[in-house]
């Protein structure tokens, strides 16, 4: 047995999918295969060597009890709708059950044209691959939802994009691949039945416990809105852009989804941008909760008949939950903050104390993720690390006196709390000029760099003797970093 294959979605959703077959890529190498997920999926690998993992991977040879389908959804990019998205290079091999009863998808990603690849080849290039793997790994590692990278494999073929590129397979295990734009695509051609359907099964699937509500599709918007709160707060935690947070792209198990032109901020400023394709800056880096909440009003809007079917009066409950996302995001981002400034409590004027840290990091355009590492180090009685992020050394002498004396508020032990802190405050993250210098290499057929980058940022609290300069930011002087969606 390799797969316990157990294909819910294929089975109880006819109507919601596309039957699809894999292209069979002529020489499949195995580039990267994550043992420690496929131990947690219960994936048996004894006696199957990275050849057959190449096949299997790459849809040469699909593993048994897969049942290939491509999804359907809809979806507003960049604030227009498409009414017709779906799953264009990547195709659904099924859903596995874990040993603990956890439920996952597995999907091929860059497998060749579906049903809903519109002139496009379905195809994926080596680089988006190898940074969707890395990326999603360091997120995981940093305990933010996502989804996560099972195996990336190299087909042997070109892919033409703005040049000819290698191609890879990346193998995506989600917990599922329910989105925003799923619900918006059955909302929109084919109306309540299908809403209710897709709810019923959403629920079943993820929320169980919201089967009993009143009005479940009610509580699923609840649930979602809840999620979307917390992820978005993890990713401005991390200095995470998600670059291109269309509906399509929000996923309702409150997973981080898509990997395109994402990068992680260096130096701190709210509207910084990185995406090749987001030339009005829709996505940067501060707007994300306002997209957020954009996006969970369009959720709303799919989900309306549903709830209206159940109670018409719910139509009210659901705008209200609408209404009431600023509020719920800034209580999930500032219990984000306080941990990361290592306060265990709350107090009356913390809002205060983190709205002024954010001017002050923009004022001073200071490395985001490594001030919090400094500030721990004030607290060990050790200032040079924060020196060295500084423009002058009483540049945010004031704030820092704020916070030092707050800390003293809640009394903990220092040395404990700077522990804390570092436990949740990353050192290294993909920084963008690591992963441009790490995919380049990987291109031109050197892994090594990719690997080290990876084994890095998979143990991203801890500082290790050696790795010193992957928690470095980028030179002062680099070009302006760019990221394309290139996929
Ligand atoms: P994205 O912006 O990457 O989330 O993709 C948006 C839509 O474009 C999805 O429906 C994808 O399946 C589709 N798509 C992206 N790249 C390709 C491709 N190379 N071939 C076919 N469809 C694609
Ligand atoms: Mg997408």
Known sequence: MQFAFDNSFHADMQGFYAPAEAAKPSAPRLLAFNDALAERLGFDRRGVDADELARMFSGEELPEGAAPIALAYAGHQFGHFSPQLGDGRALLLGEIVAPDGARFDIQLKGSGPTAFSRGGDGKAAIGPVLREFLVSEAMAAMGVPTTRALAAVATGECVERERAHPGAVLTRVASSHIRVGTFQFFAAHFGADHVVQLSDYSIARHFPDLADAANPHLALLDRVIGLQCAL???????????????????????????????????????????????????????????????????????????????????????????????????????????????????????????DRLFDELEKHRVDFTTFFRALAMLLRGEGAMMQALLPAPDAMAPWIADWWQRIEQDAANPLDLADAMDAVNPLYIPRNHRVEAALEAAEAGDPAPWLELLEVVRQPFAARAGRERFAEPAPADAAPYTTFCGT
């Open 232 to 354: 978005i707060a993890r990713w401005l935690g991390v200095g995470f852009i998600h670059g291109v947070m269309n509906t399509d792209n929000v996923a309702i198990s409150g997973e981080t989804i898509d990997y395109g032109p994402c990068a992680f901020m260096d130096r701190f400023a709210a509207n910084t941008v990185f995406s090749s394709i987001d030339a009005t800056g829709r996505y940067a880096y501060g707007r994300q909760p306002q997209i957020m909440h954009w996006n969970m009003a369009r959720f709303a809007e799919a989900l309306l008949p549903a709830i209206h079917r159940v109670s018409p009066a719910d139509v009210e409950a659901a705008k209200a939950l609408v209404d009431a996302i600023p509020g719920r995001f800034r209580a999930a981002w500032h219990a984000q903050v306080r941990e990361k400034l290592g306060l265990s409590t709350s107090a009356g004027d913390d809002a205060e104390l983190i």
